[in-house]
Structures are given as structure tokens and as C-alpha cells.
């Protein structure tokens, strides 16, 4: 089947927010599957909200299983409450936190990577979507993009997830599963979505 992002950014602006008054939509699943590409084309359907990359909150490499509660404590719980959210960017090239980046109280906000549906998260967003991609795909994409001197971090990252994802169950609770690579799955499943 395939669905519009003009469809999704109407579905989303017509959900009443549930992280005070900003509606929140989560972009999740497994990395190389497309939740970047995604996100920023439907940030285009939207008309320009604001967007955080888990990538900028991770501490590193070993840095999933922080996710969680970073993305709680300096996003959804001060827009949850009424109050501005902030974080600061961490520089994977320099291995520690850079510059702050002040959100505000937007009215929409997309947020992007893995560990952005958790169950604490997506209890506030009023759309959670699933990126789904065979992973020799996703890995051809991720080693191509950063080198193949990156693969031992893909494949440690690749066991962080696999573990993170069986905790959370997030593509069981996903409102929306996207296929992240119609053109290479062939095994298609009923419920994916193309956009």
C-alpha cells in the first residue's frame, strides 16, 4: 500500500498533542533502514518542524542504552510540562558533547532514530512509525556511507539494538510500519506501508 506524506502530515496535524502542547511524532527502527530520509521529507509535509536526530543525543557508539532517558529528561518531560526543551549535540568525531541546541516549545516535533519509540516515549507522541529494511541492506548502506573501517561499530551498534528493540517491542506498538527499501524487500509483509 502505499501512503502520501501528505497523508501522514494531515494525520499528524489533526492529533491532539499528548506532550503538552506539542504533538509528537517518533521515526524508529533498526539503523540503514531510511528513518533519516523518511524524517526529512516528512518535516517537508509538515512545513519546517522541529527535528532532533537520536544520533545527536547517543554518547557514542555504546551510547543506545542512554537514549531513552536522555531524550525523556531533556526533550518530552520539559515540553510534557510546558517548559522549553534543549539538549547538547554530541560530536562523535571529538567524543564528547558540543553545542546546545534550544527547541523551545515547538508545535510539532519530529524526533528520528533509534530508541525514539520507547515505551516512556511514545506514550506522549500522537504518531509512532516503524523503518523497516533487510539488514544486509542496511548495513551495505551504513558501511558504504561511513567505510568499511566502520563495520565492528555497525555490528557491536547492530547487537545494542537487537537488544533494545526485544525489550521495547517497538514494531509491535508502531502506528505506521514504513518499508525503508521497497525496491530491494521481497518478502513483502502485510501492514508495511511505501512512502
Known sequence: MIVSFADVADRVCRADPR???TRLVCVDGPSGSGKTVLADRLAIALRGPALVHMDDLYPG???????????????????????????????WGRGEYAEEHDLGTPPLLVVEGVGSGARAIATRAVLLMWVEAPREERFRRGISRDGESYRPHWERWARHEDAHFTVEGTRVRADLLVDGAPAVRHDRET?????
Open 19 to 21: 506532550c503538552g502542547a
Open 61 to 91: 557508539w555504546d551510547g543506545l542504552a542512554d537514549a531513552e532517558s536522555l531524550l525523556e529528561d531533556l526533550v518530552v518531560a520539559p515540553l510534557a510540562a510546558g517548559r522549553p526543551a534543549r539538549y547538547r549535540r554530541y560530536d
Open 191 to 195: 501492514g508495511f506501508v511505501t512512502l
